[in-house]
C-alpha cells in the first residue's frame, strides 16, 4: 500500500499536539506502507528536521510564504474562503504533489486536518481515495474564541468559525472516511453533517518515556506546558497567573509556577514579573520539568481533542488539574488522575491541596490514570487498518465545488 501523507507542520521534532499525532501516525503507517510525506514548512530550522523523518518516508516540504500569506488573508476577509487555507497556501504545493503523484501514485491519501483537507479536491489528487484525519472540528474552535474575543477579533473568530464549517461539511462528506480523537469530536463533526463517515481514532502516549526512574519531587512547583503563542494557551497562563495563582500563593508561600514550552507570547512573558513564576521559552525536553514538579496544570478554557500535556504529566507522575473543557476530552481512563476545577477558587484549591499533600500520595493520584492500554500503536493502527480498507473499495474523492 503506497500512502501520501499531507501535514500543515513538519512532524518532527513531536514537541508539540500537532506533530506529536503527526509524528507518531507517520510512524506507525510506514511499519506497514511505503509512504510520502508532504509537509509544509514554516521556518529554516523547520525544514532543517526533515533529515530525521528519511527512515520512515519520500520527504518532501514546502515552504509557506508568511508575510505575502498575512496580506492574502486581510484581502480574503470579504470572501467566503477560510483564512485557514489562505495562511496555509503555497504556489509549491501544486508543483510538490504534481512531482510526488506523477513518479509514483499512491493508493491512498492521508490529509491531516482541515488544513490540509484544502489540497484533496485539486488535481491531481481529486478522484483518489482519501482518508482527512480531521482530529478535532476546527470550527468550534474558533467559534469558542469568538464568545470571549474584543473587536475586531470577535468577528473574525466567528467569521473564520462560519467559514471553516461550511468547508468541514463538504470534506467530511466527501472523504471516503473521516477521523477524530475522541467521541466528542465525532458528535460534533456529525452535528454539521449527519451523514459523514466519522471513526474515532485517538491519540496514544509512550508512558515509558515520560515515567521518572527518581522518587516523586519535593517541590511546590506547579507546572503549565504548551506553545504559547496559540491562544487557548496564551488565554489559560494568563487567567492561571492571574486569577488563580494569588489564591495558592496565599495558602502555599514557596509555590512556584513554570510555564513551560515554546513561542510565548509578550503578554506571557509579562508574568514572569512575578517572581515565582518562570516562563522557559522553547526548551529541548520538557521531562525535566515534569520531574522537578508536584502538579501539573491545564488551565484551558477553549479545548478540543486530546491535551496531550494531561497525559505526559500523568506518565511522569503528576497529578493534573484541569478545566472541564480539558477533561471532557481526555480519555475516561485516565480522569482518576485528575482533579477538575472551572473557577478561580476552586482551582486554586485543587493546586493547593496537592500540593500539601506528601509526594509519594500525589504520585499515587497520578498513577490512579490507566495509561498501559493507551499505547500510540494501539491507539493508532486502526488507522492502518482503514486506510487499507479505503483503497480495497476504491473510494473516489469527487471534485469540491
Not at 477558587?345 to 493547593?352: G, I, Y
Not at 500503536?377 to 476504491?394: A, C, I, Y
Request: with cysteine.
Amino acid at each position: 500500500m503506497r500512502v501520501l501523507f499531507l501535514t500543515h507542520r513538519l512532524p518532527y521534532p513531536p514537541n508539540r499536539g500537532d506533530r506529536i499525532r503527526a509524528y507518531h501516525l507517520l510512524r506507525v503507517i510506514a511499519g506497514s506502507a511505503e509512504v510520502s510525506l508532504l509537509s509544509l514548512v514554516h521556518s529554516d530550522e523547520e525544514e532543517r528536521q526533515a533529515r530525521h523523518l528519511q527512515a520512515l518516508a519520500t520527504v518532501t516540504t514546502v515552504r509557506i510564504p508568511r508575510t505575502s500569506n498575512l496580506i492574502s488573508a486581510a484581502m480574503a476577509l470579504p470572501g467566503r474562503q477560510p483564512l485557514t487555507h489562505v495562511l496555509l497556501n503555497s504556489p509549491e504545493v501544486g508543483r510538490a504533489i504534481r512531482e510526488m503523484v506523477g513518479t509514483r501514485s499512491p493508493d491512498v491519501v492521508l490529509a491531516y486536518c482541515s488544513g490540509m483537507a484544502q489540497y484533496l479536491y485539486t488535481p491531481p489528487l481529486a478522484g483518489l481515495p482519501a482518508v482527512l484525519d480531521m482530529v478535532d472540528l476546527d470550527s468550534e474552535k474558533w467559534q469558542a474564541l469568538s464568545r470571549t474575543a474584543n473587536w475586531p477579533m470577535h468577528s473574525i473568530y466567528r467569521r473564520e468559525a462560519l467559514r471553516l464549517q461550511a468547508f468541514e461539511k463538504v470534506a467530511t462528506d466527501t472523504a471516503a472516511a473521516t477521523t477524530v480523537v475522541n467521541e466528542r469530536e465525532r458528535t460534533a463533526v456529525l452535528s454539521i453533517n449527519p451523514d459523514a463517515a466519522v471513526r474515532v481514532i485517538s491519540n496514544g502516549i509512550d508512558a515509558a518515556h515520560f515515567r521518572s526512574l527518581k522518587s516523586p519531587s519535593d517541590t511546590s512547583n506547579v507546572v503549565f506546558c504548551g506553545v504559547f503563542n496559540y491562544r487557548p494557551n496564551e488565554m489559560g497562563a494568563i487567567w492561571l497567573a492571574k486569577e488563580v495563582w494569588p489564591l495558592v500563593r496565599r495558602r502555599v508561600p514557596s509555590a512556584t509556577l513554570t510555564l513551560v514550552g515554546m513561542d510565548p507570547t509578550r503578554n506571557v512573558r509579562q508574568l514572569a514579573a512575578d517572581r515565582s513564576i518562570t516562563v522557559t521559552g522553547a526548551v529541548p525536553d520538557v521531562r525535566p520539568y515534569l520531574w522537578r514538579s508536584a502538579v501539573a496544570a491545564a488551565p484551558l478554557a477553549v479545548s478540543r481533542g486530546i491535551q496531550n500535556k494531561v497525559l505526559e504529566a500523568l506518565a511522569a507522575g503528576l497529578p493534573s488539574v484541569v478545566t472541564p473543557s480539558v477533561a471532557a476530552g481526555l480519555p475516561a481512563a485516565v480522569l482518576p488522575g485528575c482533579e477538575i476545577a472551572s473557577t478561580p477558587t476552586e482551582f486554586a484549591n485543587s493546586l493547593t491541596d496537592l500540593l500539601n499533600a506528601a509526594p509519594a500520595d500525589r504520585c499515587y493520584r497520578a498513577h490512579a490514570a490507566c495509561l498501559d492500554t493507551l499505547t500510540w500503536d494501539s491507539q493508532l493502527m486502526p488507522m492502518v487498518d482503514l486506510l487499507r480498507s479505503v483503497t480495497r473499495s476504491e473510494s473516489a474523492t469527487p471534485v469540491l465545488t
